[in-house]
Nanobody, 129 residues
Framework: QVQLVESGGGLVQAGSSLRLSCAAS????????AAWFRQAPGKEREFVGV????????VYADSVKGRFTISRDNAKNTMYLQMNSLKPEDTAIYYC??????????????????????WGQGTQVTVSS
């Protein structure tokens, strides 16, 4: 069972950048579909973006498109979320998640939290105005 650990969160001003990391305990993580979600207080967990297991195609939520970039370093079993031009509304706990099934699914499937078997503990991102 793969363990996921997020890091890199913090308190920043609007317009700043942060890079989050999601480190996996197993090499098999490189063949998983992996995603970032976030959850603000009192709100449901929200899809941020996903990198598919097959060829690494990446899809982003409209709210972060053009500002956030997902990448992965398979040699380090790590996925990243580069966040630029941060806004106060980006404030949330950010989670990474992984789906081990190597099956092609539509984006609508990957945007649902219950599509993922493995989750990290989350890292807090706070953006001040």
């Amino acid at each position: 069972q793969v363990q996921l650990v997020e890091s890199g969160g913090g308190l920043v001003q609007a317009g700043s950048s942060l890079r989050l990391s999601c480190a996996a305990s197993e090499r098999t993580f490189s063949s998983y579909t992996a995603a970032w979600f976030r959850q603000a207080p009192g709100k449901e967990r929200e899809f941020v973006g996903v990198i598919r297991w097959s060829g690494g195609s990446i899809v982003y939520a409209d709210s972060v498109k053009g500002r956030f970039t997902i990448s992965r370093d398979n040699a380090k079993n790590t996925m990243y979320l580069q966040m630029n031009s941060l806004k106060p509304e980006d404030t949330a706990i950010y989670y990474c998640a992984a789906d081990p099934r190597m099956v092609y699914r539509p984006v609508s499937y990957y945007s649902r939290p219950n599509s993922y078997d493995y989750w990290g503990q989350g890292t807090q991102v706070t953006v001040s105005s």
